[in-house]
């Protein structure tokens, strides 16, 4: 039970909400989610003003032209940064290749929310199972034949 229970847990926090979909350059509105795909010359531009060598930049996009502006989380590599610290990032429309926006994937969060429901509904009839059979077999009275006391014998040479 337990096993189960864990590997789908796993399976349902891996299959996440939403997805990346292409969208086509140019035709996102500002204040979008996206991830922009760099050439090898902009992930090159990229590590040079940052130190994070990266083809890919996630963030929100905040203009298009006449560069493309975008809020997002850059660190160097191996680095840890705090996710609330954001910083603008200009890119060279031509150094984008590709661009993808977020999108909620309706059966992954199917697949979730009904895996979710599953679970709980299994703890909770797990935990019922247990607690009656836990008060079948619990005596409510103590015995009354035998000693009340613990009887101990000694003997001495």
Do not use: Y
């Not at 909400?17 to 350059?25: E, G, I, M, S, T």
């Not at 680095?79 to 429309?93: E, H, I, S, T």
């Amino acid at each position: 039970m337990t096993r189960a229970g864990l590997i789908l847990a796993l399976l349902l926090t891996a299959s996440g909400c939403a997805r990346w979909v292409p969208a086509q350059l140019g035709t996102v509105p500002p204040g979008t989610d996206v991830r922009l795909r760099l050439s090898e010359e902009g992930a090159a531009q990229l590590e040079e003003m940052t130190g994070a060598g990266a083809a890919e930049v996630t963030g929100e996009l905040l203009q298009w032209e006449p560069e493309v502006l975008v809020s997002t989380v850059l660190a160097p590599t191996g680095a840890r940064v705090d996710p609330g610290l954001r910083q603008r990032l200009v890119v060279d429309p031509a150094n984008v290749v590709g661009i993808d926006v977020r999108e909620v994937d309706r059966t992954r969060t199917g697949f979730l929310v009904g895996g979710v429901v599953a679970v709980a509904g299994s703890a909770v009839v797990w935990a019922i199972v247990n607690i009656v059979r836990g008060s079948e077999g619990a005596p409510t009275t103590p015995p009354t034949d035998g000693p009340q006391e613990p009887f101990v014998r000694l003997r001495f040479p």
